[in-house]
């Protein structure tokens, strides 16, 4: 079993480095391309189910994959939708000093909040589908803080349509395989 955890295509926003959140940004012509791209690199990968978060970046970008390797419509998760970042949606990420933007403003969802839910959707699927690789659909911010929940060091920033896989832990719980595109450890 493989849970399969791949970030939307890319948004205006995204492009000009604008934080999203949960604010329902569509994909720009490039992010469209982008989707249909992965599809075509994920036909005949042995996945079975597919998921996504209930944002439209996400959903479309899992509507163009599940066209374009047969799993159909994908199943809305809303556990996984982007993590909100409140009064500093439609902010620049960097600031004009060149620093990331301090993100523990009142308004922001708490990180833990949005591992605990994540990890909650994610183990949903699994329970669900415990012989069969299953395909979400989601966002940056969302993997990023699973993978580095999981891994208990800082995950990288996770490219538009970057993929990352988590298979069963030996004494439960997850462990990180792929990390946006990059093995980890050997695979059968």
């Given at each position: 079993m493989r849970i399969g955890l791949i970030r939307h295509g890319e948004t205006e926003w995204n492009a000009t480095g604008l934080l999203q959140g949960a604010t329902d940004i569509?994909?720009?012509?490039?992010?469209?391309?982008?989707?249909?791209?992965?599809?075509?690199?994920?036909?005949?990968?042995?996945?079975?189910?597919?998921?996504?978060?209930?944002?439209?970046?996400?959903?479309?970008?899992?509507?163009?994959?599940?066209?374009?390797?047969?799993?159909?419509?994908?199943i809305l998760l809303p556990g996984i939708i982007e993590r909100s970042f409140g009064a500093l949606e439609g902010e620049k990420y960097w600031m004009p000093d060149g620093t990331r933007r301090p993100l523990d403003h009142p308004t922001v969802e708490p990180r833990a909040a949005v591992v605990e839910r994540s990890l909650a959707a994610i183990g949903e699927v699994a329970a669900a589908h415990p012989d069969e690789d299953s395909l979400i659909v989601c966002h940056g911010s969302v993997i990023r803080l699973v993978l580095t929940a999981i891994l208990g060091a800082q995950a990288p920033h996770i490219g538009n349509l970057g993929l990352s896989i988590l298979r069963p832990g030996a004494e439960g719980g997850f462990v990180v395989t792929l990390l946006n595109g990059y093995p980890l450890v050997p695979t059968p």
């Open positions: 569509p994909l720009n012509s490039r992010g469209l391309d982008q989707a249909g791209d992965a599809a075509a690199l994920l036909v005949g990968q042995g996945w079975s189910n597919l998921y996504s978060s209930p944002l439209s970046r996400a959903r479309v970008t899992a509507e163009i994959i599940g066209e374009g390797t047969g799993l159909g419509a994908p």
